[in-house]
């Protein structure tokens, strides 16, 4: 027998809508960011990005183009229900509405992610991810989207990795909402996970019996890889793959968190803070795990620093990066996977995203002839169809991203499309990546039919 296998692509709601003051949505933490002089570079804004707002079904179109089977995109919670509190937001949801039917005219499979960073800035504003109430403000979301969505939509994932959101935004403050402290960023895991328990009980609840119900959460993984065997550098391995990767994985499919992880964190000060019954709430079964891979990292052993946090540098290996200085290791995705499959088996594993940055030069019609970004699909998705070819359950692979977009931290200055956007007058035009990708999905899809 064939399994199942779905192709895609995927976005993010505040990389690509703009419309941030349109129909109701109200500021979220990321607007609030970006207007913080020296946040993002260039002093770049989601304020329009892609206008996909506005351009909706001309991209659900290029996506049916690209012959994929699914689109995984996120909702912006300040469009759905405005200050992350009370009724939904019906002028909101209509946008939500009109891009389901969109896609599934176009025959194509809509996934939702309920978060990808995009918290409402009144919630911060109350206390953000480090008060536990954000979790239950969550749950209460997830309840507006599904009663709005559900009838249409069967896949559904809570989060788009807390990692990200709560290191980058509450430790390093590189993200939003760009708060520097420990404290509050292991309070921020800790309740991330929760609303991902909470919420994903309040779908199984609506949904009650259907079959085509998948409910899970994406993580941001990494191969870890000691630079020796000395004692000093496999443990340091341990920490950052806790750090990384167990901290997440252990209480979502085990139950508990790692007991090295969270004795360091609360003897350094920085708790996790569980109360009763939250593990059996973040342990709700899950159908999918997403796997957000971009790199790994060999990791050798530093001295402690000052605060007293476990530290690690990495070793460079002379191997090709991206325009994000990330190592490009596509055999490490395999191994990844099948360190997954092997100790944390259970859930159907997919791909949610894969991808990279590279230095586009586009001609004059707009064609961009990315080798580089053709190379480096080609070689993941390889990586990924050889775990899968040893045993793991791998369902699923989508492309980050459908189109150039707003890079975060980094503005427009870095490109994850496989179809070029230029931002002076929002044309799409499909690069070599893009044509690899379709052709790749075809060929894949022709494979598995004659097999089966
Ligand atoms: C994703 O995050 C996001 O979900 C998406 O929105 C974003 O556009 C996309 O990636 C591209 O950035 O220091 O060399 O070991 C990715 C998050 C990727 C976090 C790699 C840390 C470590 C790089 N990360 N990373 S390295």
Redesign the pocket.
Known sequence: MTQKFLWGVAT?SY?IEGAVAEDGRTPSIWDTFCATPGAVSGGDTGAVACDHYHRMPQDVALMKELGVDVYRFSLAWPRVQPDGKGAGNPAGIAFYDRLVDELLAAGILPWITLY??DLPQALEDAGGWPARDTAYRFADYAAIAYDALGDRVGQWTTM??P??AAM?GYVYGEHAPGRKDARAGMAAIHHLLLGHGLATKVIRDKAGHRDDLEVGI?L?L?HKIPASDSPADLAATRWDDGMSNRLYLDPLLRGQYPADIAGKLAELGCPLPVLDGDLELINQPVDVLGV?Y????VVRAAPAGDNGWPATT?VDRDVERTA????VTPEALTDLLLRLERDYPGPAWYIT?N?A?YPDTADESGYVDDTDRERYLRTHIDAALAARAKGVNLQGYFA??LMD?F??A?GYD?R?GIVRVDYDTQKRTPKRSARYFAERVAAEKGASCSAS
């Open positions: 993010s990389q990808h960073w788009n990795e990692w990200c980058l994406t941001n990494s957000n971009y790199t790994s990292r990495t994000m200085d990330w190592e995203e991808g940055a980050w991203s977009n890079e975060w980094y870095r994850f």
